[in-house]
């Protein structure tokens, strides 16, 4: 217990830190100079962002959060959002990743057992290669030949074919994990034993493989998450979803530094979140991380 | 030596044929492009044909890659001999902030790095770094920590084994072993890390590029279809996406292929 806390506490330090460093570094950016640049902000937008940001007050680096807890308006432009806003955009970009994690799951069970399958026949390169073929096409692309058909029907079918453009490679990567860990697992005595008293090949999967194999699978799931909720930003763009991703794309595009400084803490502080949930599945499912902790 | 497996080599032929073609193709004979391709011209860019703007960007993407690749790799490689000679707390502390570093995602970081980069640039304190330097530096300044991570690891499974305790046991400096016997074990290693960067710096870049953030001429792969994915959506016109698709996968392909194979051969030497 004591382990898992300390584990906690230092997840924990990452938010704050990630909060001043995004806030200094957006703090000490140049915005202004004296050429007449059309890329430069005016001196009156740089004027706000000083007032956005604090700059020169005390206790001024405080000031986005203390405007996000006022309820008022993050940024220099029409585009700046509210806390509530904020968080509803965030709502809808974890809906999304969620969905995209359940479809990964689906994907990396099926991927595990195909591979598994193939791995004595002529189809065993097809084991090497699907991974290759979805590690190296970004989430846009498919995205890309998608958006045609998908963008004006409408009624969720973006949210829902973005959750599955996202959740390919993740559950290509998670499938890959599972398939090496189900190898290992079915050359065991065990399994042998439990084959040679008459279950049945689903049977012995079912009942003694999967639930020697699924920490493995557990260990991967915190960090695909997190792509899965980075990986929605481009989705959410091609798709033209008004969500967290699409929001923090055009902060960064419009310069809008205070939404960049809280949304960036406010994504750190989701992805310490999905860290310490998959932390405590673990601990529930699996009596070995119980014990190494005790 | 051991034999290198064909796996890795199908990769690396497949990445220097890229390179080779890439070469030729966008920076030698660009005018044979733009006489002879079949997909005929961009709609965004009409004065250009498909192929030039995909074999143009598969060579600003191939250099970003390798140049982002070898700079994280490098950092990676001197935190992690650093953090071992160090060892104790330092060695904890150090790898805490890059397990921090590695929790972050890739894509996030470097848009905001992007963003912090051009204001230095507009405002002239860029140090020289153009828009390509940037994206460099700011691929690298994220993508250190997994190697940092894998250099340490790596490090600490070969400095228990026997012909390292020797040569402590014979008074070898923690310098003198790291040079001698520990470096020539790594090299391997090292550069199966550098070329499961490569893929990771590609893809991180094309992402943003493909947001528009990155403001690269001429256009890597992803800020070409970027600047392209309008055309594809109001046109239909698929032919303008498909050939960039292929070969930023035949890229990212030869780079995993040859990264993997050299990877698995590194953990059964």
Request: glycine share 10%.
């Given at each position: 217990?004591?382990q898992?806390?300390v584990?906690v506490?230092r997840?924990?330090?990452l938010v704050?830190i990630?909060?001043?460093?995004s806030?200094f570094l957006?703090?000490s ?13 005016s001196?009156?937008l740089?004027?706000s962002?000083?007032?956005d ?8 680096f405080?000031r ?17 959002v509210t806390?509530?806003?904020l968080l509803l ?16 799951l ?10 598994n ?7 065993s390169?097809?084991g ?7 590690f190296?096409?970004?989430?846009f ?9 998908v ?12 959750a ?10 998670l499938?890959t ?11 065991r005595d065990y ?14 999967l079912?009942?003694?493989v ?14 695909v ?15 033209g ?5 699409q ?5 960064v595009?419009q ?14 502080s ?13 601990l529930?499912?699996?009596p070995?991380?119980?014990?190494s902790?005790? | 030596?051991?034999?290198i497996p ?13 390179g080779?073609l ?20 961009d ?14 960007g ?6 970003i ?10 950092i ?8 071992r000679?160090?060892g104790g ?12 570093f ?15 980069g051009?204001?230095l640039?507009d405002?002239g304190s ?8 940037l994206?460099?530096?700011?691929l690298?300044?994220v ?13 600490d499974?070969?400095?228990?084994q ?12 923690g ?10 074990a ?5 550069l ?5 960067r ?7 870049e ?7 953030i990155?403001r ?13 994915y309008?055309a594809?959506i ?9 050939p960039?698709?292929l ?6 392909l ?10 698995t ?5």
């Amino acid at each position: 217990m004591r382990q898992l806390l300390v584990r906690v506490g230092r997840q924990l330090v990452l938010v704050p830190i990630v909060a001043l460093a995004s806030y200094f570094l957006m703090a000490s950016l140049p915005l202004t100079v004296e050429e007449d640049n059309k890329r430069q902000v005016s001196p009156e937008l740089a004027a706000s962002y000083r007032r956005d940001l604090g700059i020169g007050e005390p206790l001024g680096f405080l000031r986005p959060w203390q405007k996000l807890f006022r309820g008022e308006r993050l940024g220099t432009s029409a585009q700046g959002v509210t806390g509530d806003e904020l968080l509803l955009k965030l709502s809808g970009s974890v809906g999304v990743g969620l969905v995209a994690l359940a479809l990964a799951l689906v994907w990396a069970m099926g991927f595990a057992l195909l591979k598994n399958r193939w791995r004595r026949g002529r189809l065993s390169v097809l084991g090497d290669a699907v991974p290759a073929m979805a590690f190296g096409t970004p989430v846009f692309i498919p995205a890309l030949l998608l958006a045609p058909t998908v963008v004006e029907r409408g009624h969720m079918l973006p949210e829902l074919t973005a959750a599955l453009v996202i959740s390919v490679w993740p559950g290509v990567f998670l499938g890959t994990l599972l398939g090496d860990a189900l190898e290992t697992e079915l050359a065991r005595d065990y399994v042998r034993t439990a084959a040679s008293k008459g279950l049945s090949r689903g049977v012995v999967l079912r009942r003694h493989v999967l639930p020697n194999v699924l920490p493995a699978l557990l260990d991967a799931i915190g960090p695909v998450a997190t792509a899965l909720l980075a990986g929605s930003f481009a989705a959410e763009r091609v798709f033209g979803l008004p969500y967290f991703g699409q929001l923090y794309v055009l902060a960064v595009l419009q310069k809008q530094v205070a939404v960049v400084v809280v949304a960036t803490t406010v994504f750190a502080s989701v992805l310490v979140t999905v860290g310490l949930v998959v932390e405590i599945v673990r601990l529930i499912v699996d009596p070995r991380a119980r014990e190494s902790r005790t | 030596m051991r034999r290198i497996p064909a796996q890795a080599w199908v990769g690396l032929a497949l990445l220097g044929g890229l390179g080779v073609l890439s070469l030729l193709a966008g920076r030698v004979f660009p005018e044979v492009l733009a006489g002879t391709c079949p997909l005929g011209n961009d709609p965004t860019h009409p004065d250009r044909t498909v192929c030039e703007l995909a074999f143009g960007g598969l060579w600003i993407s191939l250099a970003i890659g390798l140049s982002a690749g070898a700079l994280s790799t490098g950092i990676g490689l001197v935190v992690a001999a650093v953090a071992r000679l160090a060892g104790g707390t330092l060695e904890r502390w150090v790898m805490r902030l890059a397990d921090a570093f590695f929790a972050l995602p890739d894509v996030l970081v470097v848009m905001v790095l992007q963003l912090a980069g051009q204001s230095l640039l507009d405002a002239g304190s860029g140090a020289g770094l153009g828009p390509f330097g940037l994206m460099v530096v700011s691929l690298a300044l994220v993508g250190w920590a997994g190697p940092a991570r894998m250099f340490r690891n790596r490090l600490d499974t070969l400095e228990g084994q026997e012909f390292v305790a020797a040569s402590r046991a014979l008074g070898g400096s923690g310098a003198h072993v790291l040079r001698v016997h520990l470096w020539p074990a790594l090299r391997p290693f090292v550069l199966a890390v550098f070329l499961s960067r490569l893929p990771a710096a590609i893809l991180a870049e094309s992402t943003v590029s493909f947001f528009g953030i990155a403001r690269m001429e001429p256009m890597s792969l992803g800020r070409y279809l970027g600047t392209s994915y309008a055309a594809l959506i109001y046109e239909g016109g698929s032919r303008v996406v498909i050939p960039a698709w292929l070969l930023l996968v035949l890229l990212v392909l030869g780079a995993s292929l040859a990264s993997q194979a050299l990877a698995t051969r590194t953990r059964q030497a």
